[in-house]
């Protein structure tokens, strides 16, 4: 479909408007799968967790620079929408959701340390979400 005359050129994928009020919500569900990550031990359910956390973060970022958030079924929709925000944590947000079907659905667990990662991605892209928010 051709570009409307005034558009900017969009990142690919479906997405949905979102304001601020919206942001700060994916920012308390950011929180809040963060909080059962850092509570939990088993691998799987710390990295599944915080990968939930890092993909609310990234919505609440997208929500108020872009003013729309990733829906689209293809995780790497979300990373090119970040990715117009910004490209660091655009690559976080890649690196823990490389991990999303290993921790969710395969059946070798992920390992401790893999987990530890996928909180750490999460925090920073928690960290910068609030930034963006709470200022």
């Known amino acids: ?59 609440a970022i997208t929500c108020v620079a872009l003013g729309e958030r990733s829906a689209d079924g293809s995780h790497a929709a979300a990373v090119d929408l970040l990715r117009r925000v910004d490209p660091s944590l655009a690559a976080v947000l890649k690196r823990s959701l490389d991990r999303k079907t290993q921790a969710a659905y395969e059946s070798e667990d992920i390992s401790a340390s893999v987990a530890d990662s996928c909180v750490k991605w999460a925090r920073k892209l928690l960290v910068a979400a609030e930034g963006r928010l709470e200022s």
Do not use: H, W, Y
């Open 1 to 59: 479909r051709p570009a409307e005359a005034g558009t900017v050129s969009r990142a690919k994928g479906v997405r949905k408007p979102c304001d601020v009020r919206r942001g700060r919500r994916r920012l308390v569900d950011a929180r809040q799968f963060m909080e059962a990550a850092e509570l939990l031990e088993a691998p799987d359910v710390v990295a599944t967790n915080a990968i939930q956390a890092a993909i609310a973060a990234s919505d």
